[in-house]
């Protein structure tokens, strides 16, 4: 198994820094991919401090792999609160997604307040042509394009079964399997699709309670199992620290740069446990 562990790059209101600065930050602390994150309107530059091509210079110098999650909002007609598909936000991203070489970019696509299972389901479904559409894309621009899963609470695309539905009616389709979102009960499912996973994030929370992005170590998460079991199935690819916490759990502000650190080195040894 090989894993490009990498950070959740902190380019937020409330957390900001240069792309820049984060690159360096990653290399001289053993990280290997940085997570940018898509815009309904797509990701600008201005947001990130630097143009692309230099932004892409400086991952390129560093052997830094450059992936994009485009977390997006959908009501039950499947378009989000501005009336986008996600095919659309997917294609106001290629600028950013080609200009910074992104290897991988996923949708997390969720609903709240939640809908109803009937709605659920038939929205599931629903969403088929839009994943065909975007991996048609992705192959047209060079990148491996993937869907994450949810948190229970939020019911679209949270258990294997229905993942599982998903990946059978999208032929290369990628599956990004978040360690943070799985139920207890429903792990030995999601194992059962590493064949399909193209990416991993990876934050601990207080199992059995899930989505609390905490830092490694300060949850309940097994991690020298989970990490066993993707080495038995012989996973590759990026795997994101994406810490942080949510105000379930404490609030934001939590992916510090020793947290990120201390992070990157519980993971490793959980890794050395593994093999």
Not at 10 to 27: K, M, T, V
Not at 182 to 200: A, C, H, I, K
Not at 234 to 262: C, M, Q, V, W
Request: with cysteine; aromatic share 8%; charged share 15%.
């Amino acid at each position: 198994m090989s894993l490009q562990i990498g950070l959740n790059g902190r380019f937020f209101e409330q957390n900001w820094r240069p792309a820049l600065n984060e690159i360096n930050f990653a290399a001289a602390n053993g990280f290997a991919s940085i997570q940018f994150q898509g815009k309904p309107v797509g990701l600008q530059a201005a947001a990130l401090g630097a143009d692309f091509a230099s932004i892409r210079q400086q991952l390129t110098a560093h052997q830094i792999t450059a992936v994009m999650e485009i977390a997006l909002k959908i009501e039950a007609n499947g378009r989000s609160e501005a009336g986008q598909t996600p095919l659309e936000v997917l294609e106001a991203n290629l600028s950013a997604i080609t200009g910074l070489g992104c290897q991988r970019v996923h949708w997390h696509l969720y609903n709240l307040p939640a809908l109803e299972p009937t709605q659920v389901a038939e929205l599931e479904i629903a969403l088929q042509s839009q994943f065909a559409a975007g991996v048609a894309l992705a192959q047209q621009y060079g990148f491996k394009f993937g869907f994450e899963h949810n948190d229970p609470i939020l019911r679209l695309f949270t258990t294997p079964q229905a993942c599982r539905q998903l990946l059978d009616a999208v032929p290369d389709l990628g599956f990004v399997w978040d360690f943070n979102h799985t139920l207890p009960e429903d792990l030995t499912g999601f194992l059962q699709l590493v064949p399909r996973m193209s990416m991993l994030h990876i934050s601990d929370t207080p199992l059995p309670e899930v989505n609390c992005h905490l830092p490694l170590g300060l949850g309940k998460i097994d991690f020298a199992a989970y990490c066993q079991a993707l080495v038995a199935a012989n996973f590759h690819g990026p795997a994101i620290l994406e810490i942080g916490g949510l105000p379930k759990s404490g609030g934001y502000g939590r992916d510090t740069d020793a947290a990120l650190i201390d992070s990157l080195a519980y993971l490793k040894a959980a890794l050395l446990q593994a093999a």
